[in-house]
């Protein structure tokens, strides 16, 4: 099945929904490092997705491949969903005392103006041009998704630590739809990217741009959630890298190995993200997620109905 994804496989949204009434601030129990690291993913992911969805709809008259269209659109369906779901999170953090938008401005920011419609500070650089490098920096944030979301789907980790169990099907849902659209982005680059000097050249510096402001971005959203968490006092408010490790070496966290080897990987010419996590393993939790049980009853019914 993960080497023939595109013949047999037909990537679709799951409209899920979750109830965060019982979940704690700590959702992880007694952790609050590794739940304010992970919690960073909230804060991230419903202004990415959606510009990741604004892009594709700008690209979508460059794809001339059907079956490859078909795809895009699934990826855009579930890229939706994902950022109303996260946006949804932020709305619960509100409620526990957590004030998001200081930082989410400035990733509004970044989205809207430095990845916007044109090339900011009136760069040279033709829309054709500017359309396949954002096109390019989604593929090689689409990267680390699919490597996150593999890390979730096998964490044994967390769930020796009882976390609140919706939050862990959020994270797993998405996870696994990360695996199931996983090399989507790569191949609507590649169709759209031109001749192929240029298209890897454009894959390189796409990542040398992409990983350093990820990995800026997810400390700085960890040192905001660390200060302005209502429940924490003292110098427990303050990010430490030391309890990042310790969350790590209790399977609470992705290794620093294991995010920071998914750049040379991708930068292997012959790299395809085919080969990142199991269509199989995130098939198989899909079947089993409470939330996407309960969206795919939803759909029988109003099919039979």
Known sequence: MDHEYRSSYRIAPRRVSFDWDDTPLHWIPDEPTATHVINVLHLLLPAGERWFVKVFKEALPLVGDEELLKDVKGFMGQEATHSVQHAYVLEHLARQGVDTRPYTRHLDFVFDVLLGDKPPLGMPVSAQEWLRFRLSVIAATEQFTAVLGNWVLQAEGLDRADPDP?????????????????????????????????????????????????????????????????????????????????????????????????????????????????????VEYLATSPAARIAAGAIGRAAAS
């Open 166 to 282: 919706v939050m862990l099907d959020l994270l797993r849902w998405h996870g696994a739809e990360e695996v199931e659209h996983r090399a989507v982005a790569f191949d609507m680059y590649e169709h759209c990217g031109g001749s192929d000097p240029a298209r890897y050249a454009r894959r390189v510096l796409a990542m040398a741009f992409t990983a350093p402001i990820l990995f800026y971005l997810w400390g700085w959203g960890s040192y905001y959630l660390h200060w302005h968490d209502p429940e924490l006092s003292g110098r427990q408010r303050w990010y430490s890298l030391r309890e990042h490790n310790k969350a790590v070496a209790k399977g609470l966290l992705p290794s620093w190995r294991e995010l920071g080897s998914a750049v040379p990987r991708y930068l292997r010419r012959s790299y395809h993200p085919s080969r990142e996590g199991s269509l199989r393993h995130a």
